[in-house]
């Protein structure tokens, strides 16, 4: 059975950095995809940025761009979003999703989700 479990989020200020982790399991190959997803406060989801385990393809949205990055470590079977230069409207619940499909273009199992607030 497929779990994802998000750890990691906080509270930081504007500029700060936080690391969020997602350790995965029941997997049964080493060809899928992990991303996040964040939803702000009164506002729809929205894919943050997705990894391939087999290839290392990796992909962002344009508002992390230069400031995420995403990665994983196999043997830890943890996936990791490294977010830096934070911003208040970085807010929001993040979650770990499992691309169930191909290319990181869903449809996704979901986390429980992981709490980021950036403010001063």
């Known amino acids: 059975q497929l779990h994802l479990v998000e750890s990691g989020g906080g509270f930081v200020q504007p500029g700060g950095s936080l690391r969020l982790s997602c350790v995965v399991s029941?997997?049964?190959?080493?060809?899928?995809?992990i991303g996040w997803f964040r939803q702000a406060p009164g506002k729809e989801r929205e894919g943050v940025s997705c990894i391939s385990e087999k290839d290392g393809f990796t992909q962002y949205n344009d508002p992390v761009k230069g400031r995420f990055t995403i990665s994983s470590d196999i043997s830890k079977h943890t996936v990791y979003l490294q977010m830096n230069e934070l911003k208040p409207e970085d807010t929001g619940v993040y979650y770990c999703?499992?691309?169930?499909?191909?290319?990181?273009?869903?449809?996704?199992?979901w986390g429980q989700g992981t709490q980021v607030t950036v403010s001063s």
């Open positions: 029941g997997f049964t190959s080493d060809d899928y995809r």
């Open positions: 999703v499992h691309d169930r499909g191909y290319y990181c273009a869903g449809p996704w199992d």
